[in-house]
């Protein structure tokens, strides 16, 4: 079956640094590739999402690079904010369902 | 315009013990997706369903059931529980289930099995 591979785990970056998180999928056949933020107790929630005919997207300080021949996509957070701190999914489409990535927690210090 | 809403939001049963699980999807959305989410495995498919059909399936055991009403609101089953199955049973709506849709997020349903 599919496989997103998420890198890192685990994140910590002083306020007003860029953050960026990468993954890696298996099917070629995926076309979606959306992120999500997820808040200590609270539902994950749509961030960006870029579909396989563009290779970058960007809405205000976080953006989404894809690279589809490497089969990797990343999210860079710029100018982070304490508000930022949280554990980030990536996903792919891949079989018409969303397989997700192990997540990564970004912790921004003041 | 109304998010996903999932009941109940925290259920504890015992081993052996089943158990229904409610979604409600954003007006308007046909397709409902539900996930389990655990520390050690993460967010898992389990299941996806479209004008009340199952399209998609992942890899659970038959335990894990669900279905679709024709208003798109959707259930999901889990028979004779165990232990291994406490987690945040999430569920998510898009507006045809088409794999490059965005998916919305309820709130999640923690389940805790004793």
């Known amino acids: 079956g599919e496989n997103v591979e998420q890198h890192p785990s685990t994140l910590s970056v002083q306020e007003g640094d860029s953050a960026v998180i990468k993954c890696t999928y298996s099917?070629?056949?995926?076309?979606?590739f959306p992120w999500y933020k997820q808040e200590l107790g609270k539902r994950p929630q749509l961030i960006i999402d870029i579909r396989s005919n563009v290779g970058e997207k960007k809405d205000q300080r976080i953006a989404v690079t894809l690279n589809k021949t490497a089969k990797h996509f990343s999210l860079h957070i710029t100018e982070t904010q304490p508000e930022d701190s949280a554990v980030y999914f990536c996903a792919d489409n891949a079989g018409n369902m969303l397989t997700f990535g192990g997540g990564t927690r970004l912790m921004v210090k003041p | 315009k109304a998010g996903v809403t999932q009941t109940p939001r925290y259920l504890i049963k015992t081993r052996g013990q089943q158990v229904t699980l409610s979604c409600s999807p954003i007006s308007g959305h046909r397709s409902v997706s539900w996930y389990q989410q655990t520390p050690g495995q993460g967010l898992q498919f389990l299941f996806e369903y479209f004008s009340e059909t199952q399209r998609n399936k992942g890899n659970f055991p038959g335990r894990f059931s669900g279905r679709q009403f024709s208003n798109s609101r959707s259930e999901m089953n889990v028979s004779t529980l165990e232990l291994g199955d406490s987690a945040l049973y999430l569920c998510a709506s898009s507006s045809t289930g088409l794999g490059n849709q965005p998916q919305h997020f309820g709130d999640g349903t923690r389940l805790s099995i004793l």
């Open positions: 099917d070629s056949a995926s076309n979606y």
